[in-house]
T-cell receptor, first 116, second 109 residues
Framework: NAGVTQTPKFQVLKTGQSMTLQCAQD?????MSWYRQDPGMGLRLIHY???????DQGEVPNGYNVSRSTTEDFPLRLLSAAPSQTSVYFC???????????????FGEGSWLTVV | GIQVEQSPPDLILQEGANSTLRCNFS?????LQWFHQNPWGQLINLFY?????KQNGRLSATTVATERYSLLYISSSQTTDSGVYFC???????????WGAGTKLIIKP
């Protein structure tokens, strides 16, 4: 019963490098999303997906790409890392829309990313 | 833009105490939810509470949508209640949650 699995848990990048944060869920959820959490703040939505092949931008999408080729996987790509992208990243999934009734949101354990 | 304000920002209590956490919204909110983030970073969804009152064990939540606020009550606090409590709502019925900055709760044994 894995739930939502994120990798890696910790990563240090140099400015300008690219990387992919992996997210997988085994609950057959249609809705998946990526959030970032900066110190002393709540989560901010980066990108989300309502099903395989369908993605859309959230509140803070710049500098990030996503794709959803399968129901299970929703990777987040940092194209050219910047120090402003130092943050904790959370992947989340739910059966239905993540603001709606009855659709409990399940979160991964977080990925701590530092860009130097 | 829409503002989500949580108070107090920090709260330190002894085990067994009761507490009330508040969430204010600057505009009408849909689909208000409460979350708990434990000291190790794990997030869990506590309540979906767009209006009215719900209870789950020692925790209960009340939302007064017409007055744009929600309250989270924790009774008989335990050390495992420590962490950060967030409220979040969807402002435009687009299911994109806007989060408050959280209330950091520390329960001392």
């Amino acid at each position: 019963n894995a739930g939502v699995t994120q990798t890696p848990k910790f990563q240090v990048l140099k400015t300008g490098q690219s990387m992919t944060l992996q997210c997988a869920q085994d609950m057959n959820h249609e809705y998946m999303s990526w959030y970032r959490q900066d110190p002393g703040m709540g989560l901010r939505l980066i990108h989300y997906s309502v099903g395989a092949g369908i993605t859309d931008q959230g509140e803070v999408p710049n500098g990030y790409n996503v794709s959803r080729s399968t129901t299970e996987d929703f990777p987040l790509r940092l194209l050219s890392a910047a120090p402003s992208q130092t943050s904790v990243y959370f992947c989340a999934s739910s059966y239905g829309p993540q603001g709606s009734s009855g659709n409990t949101i399940y979160f991964g354990e977080g990925s701590w990313l530092t860009v130097v | 833009g829409i503002q989500v304000e949580q108070s107090p920002p920090d709260l330190i209590l002894q085990e067994g105490a009761n507490s009330t956490l508040r969430c204010n919204f600057s505009d009408s909110v849909n689909n208000l939810q409460w979350f708990h983030q434990n000291p190790w970073g794990q997030l869990i969804n506590l309540f979906y509470i767009p209006s009215g009152t719900k209870q789950n064990g020692r925790l209960s939540a009340t939302t007064v949508a017409t007055e744009r606020y929600s309250l989270l009550y924790i009774s008989s606090s335990q050390t495992t209640d420590s962490g950060v409590y967030f409220c979040a709502g969807d402002m435009d019925s687009n299911y994109q949650l806007i989060w408050g900055a959280g209330t950091k709760l520390i329960i001392k044994p």
